[in-house]
């Protein structure tokens, strides 16, 4: 049929990428680029002539046919010239210039955009019409070519005209330079820990606003102080304006507005805000963190926590190595740079943060500070974040006499350690297994998907210990990666030692180490993951065997010293049989762990009438793995064309109607 002169379309499309590829490819080459730019333009410029002298000796529909065609075929001609006064060369060729460099950067720029969009507006419905083509083209049906054709042109200038909509939008969003916030947005309430606190205060919280009269910010924090102020009945709000308020400005130093101050028996603390809502979104979502973090430091003086270090924990990771021999001992700490799990800082970072928000300081202890001596007074409390190497006498002994006086213990263990618990059992009471505690039926799976994903055991069996109160409450499933498990012996006077966290029934001791369930030695039940010892005082214990001593005459002596439970009383100690529960990956994104972490460093700090729920709006990040990111890349890069794709075809094959039914119509 003569409408199926389907070599002009292929010439007219090898003129195009003989040009692309000369103008943006082979621009360097100067023999060569000005000779690929003539050869293509003479070839789409033949094509678009051959084809006119076709449609003019063409009748009827053939006519119509023909007629989009060469006005196609002239679209895309006139899109490549008009590409050569949006370029240097074509500006000099033609001679053009501008005073002003703005004006020439917008005549530049028009006929860099428009000219895309005049080649797609034509060479999309030539294809879509040569296709239309191709699928039909029998002897005496130019009429039903003609119909078959319009609407293929139709489509395809369709997407033409959607490219070019959205090349106009992106252009007009980033000339305007505005962007529009669709993201849930709630102001956090007064959780109960912070609720719980302000109840326990020794008089009245005042609040003093400061801002400006009219502002968005300043109703959103109002409303939070409102429904504390029902919750608790002991919060008194009031409002100024730094300048028709001078007097109460300089009573609460207040420089700049924005700002909320919290007073209790003369102590200031405050919480500062951008005036802008928008600015200030993500400050209030958190608000109530912010909130108990200064009344926190309005109740008490900052205490200090003292994390040990040189033993391969958690936050000195680079101890577990060993050092060259001429390796300063200074390169084994941590330095800025160093990647935690999800930030940049010293390890752990999410439990440092915790910690600050709890209005506890930390410092590292080793060897170097003192840990070989003794614990200083100041220490809240002493935390041992899965060890991997075994402490010095010395350093044991420094921890046992800290426990002496009352002190209070976090112990994390790690199942492949050479930290003996043995060691501070007589403090503990509590018996600790290496095995691996792993579950075959409730566990997270990773991706790809292995056996050793068993070990990521999930558990929400709790006990009514106060370290365990929110969660417990909130209910959900915290996670234990590769735990140990506790049980208690026996029962000393003056302390109470109770499994806080257990694991679920279908759990077991993998003692084999294969992250498979061996009927003939293993046993599914409830293990215990995390233990709390108090000592209260009464009865009396015998302290273990203090180390030999030499006398002058060069002999040993030991000696057993009975030491009452009264010295003891207030010591506190929370043991884990699983130290990653403390890693970043995990308390940023398992909520229920977070609550497990927080409720017991208050019951360690003798603040667990504060336990409670701290009321969070903010976006929790998702995680993905390497794995999962790669799968995401390919199902965005190639799912979503392909899945558009098929939705195109089966809705074009689906419009088809049946022979069946057009041989019924026809009768």
């Given at each position: 049929m003569g409408m199926k002169q389907g070599w002009l379309t292929w010439l007219l499309l090898a003129g195009l990428v003989v040009v692309f590829t000369a103008v943006r490819v082979l621009d360097g080459i100067a023999w060569l680029h000005l000779p690929l730019i003539i050869l293509g333009s003479g070839a789409v410029v033949a094509a678009t002539v051959w084809r006119f002298a076709i449609w003019r000796g063409a009748e009827g529909d053939r006519r119509s046919v023909e007629a989009v065609f060469a006005f196609g075929y002239a679209g895309c001609a006139l899109a490549l010239a008009g590409y050569v006064p949006g370029t240097e060369g074509g500006m000099e060729l033609l001679g053009i210039e501008f005073e002003e460099i703005r004006t020439e950067i917008r005549f530049r720029r028009f006929f860099l955009v428009a000219c895309p969009m005049l080649l797609a507006g034509s060479l999309l419905p030539v294809l879509g019409a040569q296709w239309a083509l191709a699928r039909g083209g029998s002897a005496g049906a130019a009429q039903v070519d003609a119909m078959r054709v319009r609407e293929t042109v139709t489509n395809g200038l369709s997407l033409a005209m959607g490219g070019s909509a959205l090349v106009f939008v992106g252009y007009i969003t980033s000339a305007l330079n505005q962007t529009a916030d669709f993201s849930y947005f709630k102001t956090a309430t007064p959780g109960e820990s912070v609720q719980e606190i302000v109840r326990n205060m020794d008089g009245t919280l005042e609040t003093a606003l400061f801002f400006p009269e009219v502002n968005a910010v300043k109703d959103e924090v109002r409303n939070y102080l409102d429904e504390l102020a029902r919750a608790t009945g002991k919060v008194t709000i009031a409002e100024y304006d730094r300048y028709s308020n001078p007097d109460a400005a300089e009573d609460f130093n207040a420089r700049n507005d924005g700002e909320l101050f919290l007073r209790l028996n003369g102590r200031t603390e405050s919480v500062g805000f951008l005036l802008d809502l928008d600015e200030a979104r993500g400050r209030l979502r958190i608000l109530d963190s912010h909130v108990q973090q200064a009344l926190l430091q309005l109740n008490r003086s900052r205490r200090f926590v003292y994390m040990t270090k040189g033993h391969g924990e958690f936050n000195d990771p680079l101890s577990a190595d060993e050092p060259e021999p001429d390796q300063p001992p200074s390169l084994r700490d941590w330095r800025p740079g160093m990647e935690s799990e999800v930030d940049q800082g010293p390890p752990p970072r999410a439990l440092r943060e915790m910690l600050g928000i709890l209005n506890y300081e930390v410092r590292d202890i080793g060897i170097g500070e003192g840990l070989g001596d003794r614990i200083p007074d100041d220490a809240a409390m002493v935390m041992i974040l899965g060890p991997q190497s075994a402490f010095l006498d010395a350093e044991m002994n420094a921890v046992r006499e800290y426990l002496d006086r009352g002190g209070a213990l976090l112990l994390a263990m790690e199942s492949r350690s050479d930290f003996q618990i043995d060691e501070l059992r007589d403090y503990l009471g509590v018996d600790y297994s290496p095995?691996?505690?792993?579950?075959?039926?409730?566990?997270?799976?990773?991706?790809?998907?292995?056996?050793?994903?068993?070990?990521?055991?999930?558990?929400?069996?709790?006990?009514?210990?106060?370290?365990?109160?929110?969660?417990?409450?909130?209910?959900?499933?915290?996670?234990?990666?590769?735990?140990?498990?506790?049980?208690?012996?026996?029962?000393?006077?003056?302390?109470?030692?109770?499994?806080?966290?257990?694991?679920?029934?279908?759990?077991?001791?993998?003692?084999?180490?294969?992250?498979?369930?061996?009927?003939?030695?293993?046993?599914?039940?409830?293990?215990?993951?995390?233990?709390?010892?108090?000592?209260?005082?009464?009865?009396?214990?015998?302290?273990?065997?203090?180390?030999?001593?030499?006398?002058?005459?060069?002999?040993?002596?030991?000696?057993?010293?009975?030491?009452?439970?009264?010295?003891?009383?207030?010591?506190?100690?929370?043991?884990?049989?699983?130290?990653?529960?403390?890693?970043?990956?995990?308390?940023?994104?398992?909520?229920?762990?977070?609550?497990?972490v927080a409720d017991g460093i208050r019951w360690l700090g003798g603040e667990e009438e504060f336990a409670g729920e701290v009321v969070s709006e903010e976006d929790v990040p998702i995680m993905h793995t390497q794995a999962e990111n790669v799968t995401w890349f390919y199902a965005i890069i190639f799912g979503a064309p392909a899945l558009v794709l098929a939705v195109g075809v089966a809705t074009l094959y689906g419009r088809r109607r049946s022979p069946a039914a057009v041989e019924g119509d026809a009768e």
């Open positions: 095995p691996m505690v792993i579950d075959d039926q409730r566990f997270m799976p990773g991706t790809p998907p292995t056996v050793a994903d068993r070990r990521f055991i999930v558990t929400n069996r709790f006990s009514t210990h106060p370290s365990v109160t929110t969660v417990g409450r909130a209910g959900g499933d915290i996670v234990m990666i590769g735990s140990g498990s506790f049980t208690i012996p026996d029962t000393v006077p003056g302390r109470r030692t109770s499994l806080v966290v257990n694991s679920l029934p279908s759990s077991y001791s993998d003692l084999n180490g294969d992250f498979r369930f061996d009927d003939e030695t293993e046993v599914k039940e409830s293990y215990g993951l995390v233990a709390a010892v108090e000592w209260t005082g009464d009865g009396g214990v015998e302290q273990p065997a203090a180390d030999d001593a030499e006398d002058p005459e060069g002999g040993a002596e030991t000696e057993q010293e009975e030491v009452s439970a009264a010295s003891r009383a207030g010591l506190r100690a929370l043991v884990f049989g699983d130290a990653e529960v403390f890693t970043d990956l995990v308390l940023v994104s398992i909520r229920a762990n977070q609550f497990v």
